[in-house]
């Protein structure tokens, strides 16, 4: 492909300024059409947004023969479907994360993609921002040593800034969402985790419903890295303000790194000396992410997370949920 030319299935918030506005900012990308089932709500984000083209069906959007690339944003429950309806019609496809709603949709998505012989990339987008790739890069100089475990915490009250609103609130309906606040802010914690130390070979976890709502809303996990970095992750979403905390800590032997994985800041402790590093928000959260997807598509790079990598995630996320796939 010369140029990408991109349809959005699932118009919502999530792609007003992330996503949806990166599509015409990247070199031979162009956001030509999208859909969203509120047809009056389509047309409005196709005039708003400068897109010529608005549908209320997916398989229409599909079909558009314009179209040939794919952005699944929807919420998690019809991933598996328009995925594997795009696939089958030979368009390359980019989803959102979470990838599915557990592993086994996360897996017969990879299998569809390797069944068409047709390119799936998964959104966590993290990977490709500057803050994110400096850590890497820390990691890789031995700045603070050989690693030896992670302790991540993600505490937030049930009204937290970080935490996205919709107008259904369908991130805590399990039935939409996979599972809860869990389902939505892990999945770019996790894959973090695989991105920095490789595969994981045991893990296991706890969750625990405390509160009205269908899903859990404190969940642990630890994972076990073949390299033997060890991570432990609490997660809880109904703690007093007083108590929000974002915070990864990575501990190495001579010293630590730590950040807010949805921050702007990098700690760099080394022999009682500490340094902090300030990233810039980006714009378009996604916009990096979407210049690889953007060269993989067009056959000038690799791919910046494959569908095998986020099923990882996902088995992950089935474990320390303890979810029956």
Not at 1 to 28: L, Q, R
Not at 106 to 133: D, N, T
Not at 149 to 168: R, T
Request: glycine share 6%; with cysteine.
């Amino acid at each position: 492909m010369k140029e990408i030319k991109w349809g959005i299935i699932g118009c919502g918030d999530v792609t007003e300024v992330k996503s949806g506005p990166a599509f015409n900012k990247v070199n031979n990308s162009q956001l030509v059409a999208v859909m969203r089932r509120d047809a009056a709500k389509a047309a409005d984000y196709a005039k708003r947004h400068g897109v010529p083209k608005w549908y209320s069906n997916a398989s229409d959007l599909i079909n558009d023969p314009e179209v040939n690339a794919i952005y699944i944003a929807t919420p998690p429950l019809q991933h598996e479907e328009y995925t594997i309806a795009a696939l089958a019609a030979g368009k390359p496809v980019y989803v959102e994360k979470p990838m599915a709603l557990n592993s086994a949709a996360a897996q017969r998505m990879a299998e569809a993609s390797e069944k068409y012989g047709i390119k799936l990339v998964v959104a966590h987008y993290r990977r490709a921002q500057p803050l994110f790739l400096k850590i890497k890069s820390l990691l890789a100089e031995k700045t603070i040593g050989e690693v030896r475990f992670v302790d991540l915490k993600m505490l937030q009250p049930a009204a937290s800034n970080v935490i996205a609103n919709s107008e259904e609130n369908w991130r805590i309906n399990p039935a939409i969402s996979g599972g809860g606040l869990f389902h939505d802010l892990a999945p770019h914690q996790l894959d973090l985790m695989l991105y920095y130390f490789g595969e994981a070979v045991n893990f296991h976890g706890l969750a625990s419903k405390n509160n009205a709502t269908a899903v859990a809303d404190l969940v642990t996990g630890h994972i076990e890295f073949e390299n033997n970095v060890v991570f432990n992750g609490l997660w809880c979403f109904s703690v007093p303000k007083n108590e929000q905390a974002d915070t990864c800590e990575i501990v190495g032997t001579k010293g630590k790194i730590t950040f807010s994985v949805f921050g702007q800041y990098i700690k760099i402790n080394t022999e009682g000396k500490e340094e902090t590093l300030n990233f810039e928000p980006l714009q378009h959260v996604e916009q990096p992410m979407i210049e690889k997807v953007v060269a993989y598509f067009s056959g000038e790079g690799e791919n910046p997370c494959s569908a095998d990598e986020a099923l990882k995630t996902m088995k992950i996320m089935d474990a320390f949920t303890n979810s029956k796939s």
